[in-house]
Structure formats: C-alpha cells, structure tokens
C-alpha cells in the first residue's frame, strides 16, 4: 500500500518561509514525477496550489513553490501571510490507477 | 467557468444505499476524468473512485464492491452510488476534476456530507 508522509504540523511568523515535506514510503507512486498539493481552509473544498512537483495553477501566488529530492517532494511557502493558515495535503499518482493522499500538515501563522 | 455542485448527502443507516450526484458546468464530464475524493470529519483526504473519459473506472480498495462511479453526458453529471454503507463512510465527498492526461485535481466541488448511522 503506498503511503505518503506528511509532518502534522508546521508554523512561522509573518514574512517568514515554511517548508512542508511529502515523503513516499512506497516505490508504487508513479516515478514520483505527479506530486501535487493542496490547501484546504476549514469548512472549505481544496484547492490546487502546485501539480507536477512545481508547477503553479494560474492564480496562484508565486510566494508557493514545489520542488523534490529523491522521494520526498517539498512545498515552500514564503512571506508568509496569516490567510495562509490551513491544511495542506500532497498527492499522488500510483502505479495502479489510484491516487493517495498525504496525512494533511496544519500550518499555524503566528 | 469550471463549476461543480455536488448533492445527495444525508443521513443513511449502516447497510443502506445513497446516490451522490455532482453536476458540472464550464466542461464536459466525458472529455476528462472524473473522481470522488472523501474526507472524515476531522481527518485527511482519501481517494475514492475515477472514471476516466474513454469509461473504465477504478476505486481505492476501502470501498471496491460497494460504491460504482458512473456518469451521464446527457446532463453532464457524475455519479456515486454507493451500498452497503458502513459508518466509516460518514463523510464529506468532494467530486473533483483531472484534467484529460493528467494526474492532478484542478477543480473541487463544495462537497455533500455523508452520515451513516442508526
């Protein structure tokens, strides 16, 4: 079973840039070259903030950023704003017509 | 404008049936994929289904036997019937778009929540 992981949570002040890790524990997530991540506000549907490890929808800040090492893909926020503030999830194509999701990291703006 | 309205939640007994409808506008549902995505209240989000345009479909494991993802081009609506209910269901289920040949969600629904409980 594939598995993507995520720390539970990260935090920085304004201004600052925080970086969430995604790291596959599983060789079946498609080369790892489909790393996609989202943010999701409470109460609120996700939304698209990277694909393909680091490209950025249009709409998105440029203050998000994605990149990857090996088996762990990363996505950087910088300048940090307090509307920032939300879960972030990565994700994932498998080799087997799934997708999986990381455990979700809450990010707190001090 | 790429929109998706998702409706048929509500409260279903363990063992019971519901049908989940999203009806997309802005886009038509058999030109892309097509895919459920479910979060628990207060936990991550999980994979549930994809249709893909050419019509072969495939589910996570968790829910394979039970719930068939369907779509009519007709009314350019995604479907989710699920059966055999089971209060791990109890849900939120967002449906989402993936663009044709790729592997991302673009576009999310609001989402309509699942309860299953006696």
């Known amino acids: 079973q594939s598995a993507l992981t995520q720390p539970a949570s990260v935090s920085g002040s304004p201004g600052q840039s925080i970086t969430i890790s995604c790291t596959a524990t599983s060789s079946d997530v498609g080369g790892y070259n489909y790393v996609s991540w989202y943010q999701q506000h409470p109460g609120k549907a996700p939304k698209l903030m990277i694909y393909?490890?680091?490209q950025r929808p249009s709409g998105v800040s440029n203050r998000f950023s994605g990149s990857q090492s090996g088996n762990t893909a990363s996505l950087t926020i910088s300048g940090l704003q307090a509307e920032d503030e939300a879960d972030y999830y990565c994700?994932?194509?498998?080799?087997?017509?799934?997708?999986?999701f990381g455990g979700g990291t809450k990010l707190t703006v001090l | 404008e790429v929109q998706l309205v998702e409706s048929g939640g509500g409260l279903v007994q363990p063992g019971g049936s519901l049908r989940l409808s999203c009806a997309a506008s802005?886009?038509?549902?058999?030109?892309?994929?097509m895919s459920w995505v479910r979060q628990a209240p207060g936990k991550g989000l999980e994979w549930v289904s994809i249709?893909?345009?050419?019509?072969?479909?495939y589910s996570a494991d968790s829910v394979t036997g039970r719930f068939t993802i369907s779509r009519d081009t007709s009314k350019n609506t995604l479907y989710l019937q699920m059966n055999s209910l089971r209060a791990e269901d109890t849900a939120v289920y967002y449906c989402a778009r993936v663009p044709f040949q790729r592997d991302y969600f673009d576009f999310w629904g609001q989402g309509t929540l699942v309860t299953v409980s006696s």
């Open positions: 994700n994932s194509y498998t080799s087997s017509n799934s997708w999986v």
């Open positions: 249709i893909y345009s050419g019509g072969s479909t």
């Open positions: 802005g886009f038509t549902v058999s030109s892309d994929y």
């Open positions: 393909d490890v680091s």
